[in-house]
Nanobody
Framework: QVQLVESGGGLVQPGGSLRLSCAASVAAFSIFDMGWYRQGPGKQRELVASITSGGSINYADSVKGRFTISRDNAKNTVYLQMDSLKPEDTAVYYC?????????WGQGTQVTVSS
């Protein structure tokens, strides 16, 4: 059973930065596509950013130019660097690992952007 453990969330002022990490307990981490999703209060879960096993990256329009996804296959970890944070970025952020029909989620980490 794959375990995904997110960390790095917290309370930050508008304009600030946070770096989320997701550590995966899985063999052959490099073959999996990874993603960060978020779910704000009263909203549906949405894709924030994804990175494939081959390194292709995709961002939601709302975070382009502010967020950066990266992965370190040697550490079985995917990161989300979040800069210029806005109150509307407030949400629970979830890490996702997938390959073909296999799909696994982390427990989520809260990010709150408020003054």
């Amino acid at each position: 059973q794959v375990q995904l453990v997110e960390s790095g969330g917290g309370l930050v002022q508008p304009g600030g930065s946070l770096r989320l990490s997701c550590a995966a307990s899985v063999a052959a981490f490099s073959i999996f596509d990874m993603g960060w999703y978020r779910q704000g209060p009263g909203k549906q879960r949405e894709l924030v950013a994804s990175i494939t096993s081959g390194g292709s990256i995709n961002y939601a329009d709302s975070v382009k130019g502010r967020f950066t996804i990266s992965r370190d296959n040697a550490k079985n970890t995917v990161y989300l660097q979040m800069d210029s944070l806005k109150p509307e970025d407030t949400a629970v952020y979830y890490c996702n690992l997938r390959r073909s029909a296999y799909n696994s989620w982390g427990q989520g980490t809260q990010v709150t952007v408020s003054s």
